[in-house]
């Protein structure tokens, strides 16, 4: 999934040096396509949204074809592209809040861009990233009724850039034949359930945006319910992938959590649970120092608003990532109470890279969810807190 | 309202070293009354509640008179008190999870406290502490038609022993004459807007509790309206003393951080934009670093759930607590766009020990709230994530 080989048809990429940064750094990125596509986003919620951000909203609910290139410029969050007349082009900006882009600089860029088209999705991946520390690429290809079809994306996230939010970015170009509402649809679907589900820190960007583009190339039409199906789960293995690439290279992170629950009336409840834990720093801290603090996770999840039955809870841990029961699950807490487990064994898992933790809320009901999330370290307060010393 | 002396009628309080912590550190307070008390609580929200939690619900469900004291052990969270046939006394208990108390122990430490009790509320005040670097205490006498009554307390915070949460706990005494009813009403209004409106690192105890005694020692009824609100803000001022206090010694605390917000549609909106901005780690590691990232302040806002109207927001900042706005507040953002402010200007304030901040979330309503918080630090990590090595 992440070898940066693509043969998907009718897109070529880059990724150039404008001189926002330093010393030759790659700092925008390009996605272009042969033909005009299809286009879907989904955007942050968060109500103070980035010039790129509505610009994009704005555009993709005028129209959702006819789409064909996504540009992306770091070190400056306040995009201005109205200004220069670019149609056709959906864009994403990344850094400093507050400040104009640099023209000259982006107009430079445009051209490297345009003239250095080619097929290397990694230099693509580079030109994203701002504090990431590794260049994020998932790509799978799925056998259609009609054909195959290629699912490519490149991902950014868990960095900031003063006063700017961590802000994650995804683009994915497929070359099937999409509706502009099953691209919406299918991407919405796949976002609710990888890049929604991942928590750094709890904070949300103004900037946070996924595009989709599918260009149709291959003449694979993905119509049928079981075509729809079929490509449906590639394009979520992609964005699980892109959205777990993020949380493992997150700021400060030693630790790769996967965290379950179930046993709860919906999977809202569900996923309310699991979000309290994992944004909470007494869980986080505690997987920092790889101490079995089975209670933090037990009380966070009691504080997370949803009436979790207390002396019908139940914990596990297991060495390992996306994992729920197995055979070598430890149950730590059952009937309000801790089990006989041996401590030695805990300390174990916690000791483990990655680590899935399974909540069982007690409540009786079907309602399950997953987030994927990181410990809280020193690390994260130093780039977080010392960066301008 | 700090210097631990109080001449309030009728109670005597102890701390003494039952043995609980080593090197004759004090590990239990007491709080006794003369005559028997009406008695009122506040209790943690978390569906995870400690057996002292549910013992004293329990206790002041079947009757909120008669009480004569308040015990507290530390060094472990899960009381079993209804075996020792203790009446009239509600407890409360600060430490491990999962671990029964060392009922020997307990037995030996409520001697002492019974041989020892007197007026020494800074021994009470330590008696009560775990990872708190100073007692907390708190005083204040309010004149009322019929004479002058006192109101004094003790609290504790910010501190947590594996694998237990950061135990909020405070006690209330006062010898004025109420009635249960009255007493319950006002004591959940003033931990509403003070131990409800502080915030460390956002998460909740199993075993956060403030319980308050009144036993009429001072002959003085609080029955008319006049005096309801006179006792009502007494009792106001001295809940927000030891509040305010939990924070500023809270767990790697550098700075004190006043959070108003206003321009909500009403209190719980405002409250929740408030908790918003205050429980991000990305705020919060901008305060440690005593940087001007205002725009974190308001992107945490942006996501809080509160439909906040982006280009209406305002933010100001000023140096030193509890202020709205003054004349030397420096308006940072509005129209959503920030200010020709000046960022020397701006910087100075942030490298101040106590910040306040105001925003104006542009909604037009009269909803505001204030939290109080502090910044997220290296010494965080270090207590929560390395305390074991």
Known sequence: MSDFQSDIKGFRVAGVHAGLKKDGVLDMAFVVSDAPCSAAGVFTTNQMKAAPVLVDIEKLTASQTGYRAVV????????????????????????????????????????????????????????IMTTDTRPKFASTSVALSGGTVTISGISKGAGMIAPNMATMLGVIATDAILAPEAAQSMLASAARHTFNCIVIDGDMSTNDTVLMLANGASGVSVTSPDDLAAFNAALFAVSKSLAQAIVRDGEGVTKFITLNVQGAPDDAAAHQIANAIATSPLVKTAFFGKDANWGRIVAAAGRSGVPIVADRTQLWITAGSDLWLTDDSLHLFENGMPTAYSEATASAIFAEPDVSIL???????????????????????????????
Chains 1, 2 share one sequence.
């Open 359 to 389: 909540l069982d809320a007690g409540m009786g009901g079907d309602g399950k969810a997953t987030i994927w999330t990181c410990d809280l370290s020193y690390d994260y307060v130093k780039i977080n807190g010392d960066y301008r010393s």
């Open 72 to 127: 992306v410029n770091t070190r400056s969050a306040n995009a201005c592209t109205g200004d220069q007349g670019v149609v056709n082009v959906l864009v994403m900006s990344t850094g400093v809040i507050g400040t104009h882009l640099p023209m000259e600089k982006i107009r430079h860029g445009i051209d490297l861009g345009s003239a250095g088209l080619a097929h290397d999705w990694e230099a693509a991946a580079r030109g």
